[in-house]
């Protein structure tokens, strides 16, 4: 249930705090006063669209705050650990803030969240009823709903069965379609496939060849350069030909020898005979390499070259063909052939497809019976329950009838098109919600479904936002009580303007306009003994002062005491 709602800075409310408890809990206060943004403040705390218009014109942003008790063990706190918040013992902590600017931002156990983990947790703990949820009760999906609902658990088991075989039946089902619709593409789309691996194997590609040939044809190209270029630097190291000395290996081994004759006599001139000694050496050794590239060298290399160029040609037309490198060419081999084998077998996957989808069609046939029949028979409960629930207020002679008929397509929802159906008085045919219900039935009508629907689907938070609107006398008795028998299962808020409601209250919140000149602030007051008598001789008469108001307001809580222990065979 709620604990608490803390607002700041939204509509003409600075600050306010709403000690909220279990049972029946009023919201009152005079037009204008700010009833309006309490459950403007709740829809954001359940995720609902930020308006930054709603923000005080002096701030800069609102905030909401909500406490909630928890079950630890609940879906809801499960969900709350899932998005990295927890509850503090028992407790759990929402808070939704917006800026001026548009942003909004929510906190979820103590964690930033995304809004719509708002929206989900609300799901679970609140449902809310205001003018917008009369005109969605008239829509078919929200009949179906109420129905479902209704139904609990034996309904919910078996449209679970329907929903998970109706996923699989359209999935295959719009496979097929694809299939069969592409057929022709894809089958030129496999030809093509053929005929580019065909070529790119008979031209037996491989990775980094490209890179290899372009060096080789450099290579060949400057062939003659090369071997001059080699020729001179051999000859400058070691010349066979060269007069006797004239190489660099000969002077360096003459160096050598003339520093080792007195290299005795002085280390250091010792040290620099051993770096030409192996100087020698190396360019020994580099000479060697030069003689065995020179004889590696081809003689002729244009043979070789026009060879190159014509397998670089070869291969400049396929990735021309098939891609923007050679690494392309050779993807086609690997991805092609497995999206040609997907493409070959498009015959046999329809057949599968085929048989899958009339598979699906016949356990959905039998599904979709089943969830009818559930619905069937709990349409006709629902109607005798809520009929029952009408005579309670106000309404004895109407009739409610839940009809559940055969749709011609089969939908995740099933195959039923649900109404709810008012018969106002008898002789009169039933019509629907939307045609046949004034404001005032509308809202005694929600109020039934929702009294019957929860004791099969309780939910631990009823907000009603003035649902009792062209409702008064004997049917606001009525519509209090049968709030008051709800509170007993379930934490109930009602924001009301009449003192027929409100005397069934067991917490009684006013919200108090004050105006210092300039600027309208609002606050919330919890009401008690005289406060609460005095606000509701000011509902009755719009006196909280009048004597004979008070003794009316004195009289009509006394009235709702009796009415609701009476009811509860006190």
Request: zero cysteines.
């Amino acid at each position: 249930m709620i604990e608490e709602i803390s607002i700041r800075d939204l509509g003409v409310i600075a600050s306010a705090r709403l000690p909220l408890s279990p049972g029946f809990t009023a919201l009152t206060g005079e037009t204008g006063a700010g009833k309006t943004m309490v459950v403007t403040a709740l829809g954001l705390l359940l995720g609902e669209r930020a308006d930054a218009a709603a923000i005080r014109a002096d701030s800069d942003q609102a905030s909401v705050e909500g406490r909630w008790v928890i079950d630890p063990t609940s879906a809801v706190a499960e969900r709350v650990r899932d998005a990295g918040g927890d509850l503090d013992d028992g407790e759990l902590l929402l808070v939704r803030t917006v800026a001026r600017e548009g942003r909004s931002r929510a906190v979820v156990g103590g964690r930033s969240a995304p809004v719509g983990v708002l929206t989900e947790l609300g799901d679970q703990l609140v449902v809310v009823h205001g003018q917008s949820e009369q005109i969605r009760l008239k829509s078919s999906t929200a009949q179906r709903n109420a129905l479902d609902r209704y139904a609990g658990a034996e309904l919910a088991t078996v449209l679970g069965q329907y929903q998970t075989v109706f996923r699989l039946w359209q999935a295959a089902q719009g496979e097929l379609d694809v299939l069969v619709a592409e057929s022709d593409l894809r089958s030129r789309e496999a030809d093509e496939l053929r005929v580019a691996i065909d070529e790119i194997e008979a031209a037996d590609v491989r990775r980094g060849e490209d890179v290899e040939l372009t060096e080789r044809a450099d290579r060949l190209a400057n062939l003659e350069g090369l071997r001059l270029a080699a020729e001179g630097a051999h000859a400058v190291l070691s010349a066979d030909d060269a007069e006797e000395g004239s190489d660099v290996v000969a002077l360096l081994a003459s160096a050598q020898r003339g520093l080792e004759r007195v290299a005795e006599h002085d280390a250091q001139l010792a040290a620099i005979a051993e770096a030409l000694a192996a100087a020698s050496i190396t360019l020994g050794e580099i000479s060697t390499d030069l003689s065995g590239y020179l004889a590696g060298l081809d003689s002729d290399g244009s043979r070789e070259l026009e060879q190159v160029e014509e397998r670089r040609s070869q291969l400049a037309a396929l990735v021309r063909k098939h891609g923007v490198s050679l690494d392309d060419v050779v993807d086609v081999l690997d991805t092609g052939s497995q999206r040609l084998l997907e493409l070959d077998n498009d015959s046999t996957r329809i057949d599968e497809l085929r048989a899958q989808v009339e598979a699906g069609q016949s356990e959905l046939i039998e599904l979709a019976a089943k969830v009818s029949d559930v619905r069937s028979r709990s349409a006709a409960r629902l109607a005798a329950a809520v009929t029952d629930e009408l005579t309670h207020l106000a309404m004895a002679n109407a009739e409610i009838v839940v009809t559940v008929e055969d749709r011609s397509d089969y939908s995740l929802s099933g195959k039923d098109e649900v109404a709810i159906l008012l018969q106002p008085h008898p002789g009169a045919p039933p019509r629907p919600l939307g045609k046949g219900a004034s404001g005032g039935e509308l809202s005694r009508v929600m109020l039934a479904i929702e009294v019957v629907i929860a004791g099969n689907d309780p939910v631990p938070t009823f907000i009603f936002d003035e649902v009792d609107a062209g409702v008064g006398g004997a049917a606001a008795i009525e519509i209090g009580k049968r709030l008051a028998l709800l509170s007993r299962t379930a934490q109930v808020i009602v924001v009301t303007h009449l003192a027929q409601v409100a005397a069934f209250a067991d917490n009684h919140l006013s919200v108090i306009k004050g105006d210092d000149g300039s600027v309208t602030a609002s606050s919330v007051h919890k009401l008690e003994g005289e406060a609460r008598i005095a606000e509701m001789a000011r509902l009755l008469s719009g006196l909280p002062d009048s004597e004979s108001g008070l003794a009316h307001a004195r009289e009509l809580i006394q009235t709702a005491h009796d009415l609701e222990n009476a009811a509860l065979g006190r």
